[in-house]
């Protein structure tokens, strides 16, 4: 065929052999769930540990993540917030916004959550220890004030936890 349908004149062939590495699938427990990886080796020795889905295929799955969790982040009815370590917000959805009357714009990585929270006479909000049943996570439920732009004062039940794998709250 090379030869009849191209322009190709001559050919070279050399004989090929193959040395294959012994090879096996394995699954390993990540922060994210198990994995499948493939472990190759040579004469006993591990030679090469290569994922089994492709990097397009673990982007996809990130950004799907990610607009279902800022789907529900955004669409909640419940006002929604993201500490920094420091405490700044670093994100706020609408209903936050709303609460406290202030824009997206103007309370994310501007607003520290000391400046929109009044707390009593302690300097801190009494606080009741909450355990996640799913994570075994620990969080805290509060009862706090928040301070609006014109200085009004929203009475709210506060449920606060870390996000694994982050500093952040």
């Not at 990540?30 to 040579?42: D, E, F, R």
Request: proline share 4%; hydrophobic share 35%.
């Amino acid at each position: 065929v090379l030869l009849a349908e191209t322009t190709t004149i001559g050919i070279r062939y050399y004989p090929v052999s193959r040395l294959e590495a012994e090879r096996q699938m394995v699954e390993v427990t990540t922060p994210w769930g198990p994995v499948k990886v493939k472990v190759s080796s040579l004469q006993g020795q591990v030679a090469n540990v290569a994922l089994r889905i492709r990097r397009e295929q673990a982007e996809r799955a990130l950004l799907d993540s990610e607009r279902q969790y800022r789907a529900i982040f955004e669409t909640t009815g419940t006002a929604m917030v993201i500490l920094e370590p420091d405490s700044r917000i670093a994100l706020a959805n609408d209903e936050f916004a709303r609460l406290i009357e202030l824009s997206r714009e103007e309370i994310e990585n501007r607003v520290h959550w000391d400046d929109v929270v009044q707390f009593e006479h302690s300097g801190r909000a009494p606080k009741k220890s909450i355990t996640c049943s799913a994570t075994g996570e620990e969080s805290s439920r509060s009862e706090l004030r928040l301070l609006t732009r014109q200085g009004g004062i929203r009475h709210v039940l506060l449920t606060m936890g870390a996000i694994p794998g982050t500093p952040r709250r």
